[in-house]
């Protein structure tokens, strides 16, 4: 029984190590000057922006919750 129980907690422990971090697929994306570009990934709950040099921005991101702007 005691086996039981650690698999149980280990699973508890990794879905809590997971839980603060979201990926996104990018949802719309602008022009700025200086050949820069800004990059939204957004969903009900999360917006998230990047500004990158890139001439097109990542399809998707991995994003702490923490770090959450909307």
């Known amino acids: 029984m005691k086996g039981h ?3 149980m907690c280990g699973l ?5 190590a ?3 971090r979201i990926t996104m697929s990018n949802s719309d994306e602008q022009e700025l000057q200086g050949e820069k570009r ?8 999360y917006l998230f922006t990047l500004v990158t ?3 097109s921005c990542p399809h998707t991101m991995t994003f702490n919750t923490a770090e959450n702007e909307k």
């Open 5 to 7: 129980i650690f698999v």
């Open 38 to 45: 800004l990059c939204f990934y957004e969903n009900s709950i």
């Open 18 to 20: 997971e839980a603060g």
């Open 53 to 55: 040099r890139s001439q």
């Open 12 to 16: 508890l422990t990794t879905f809590a």
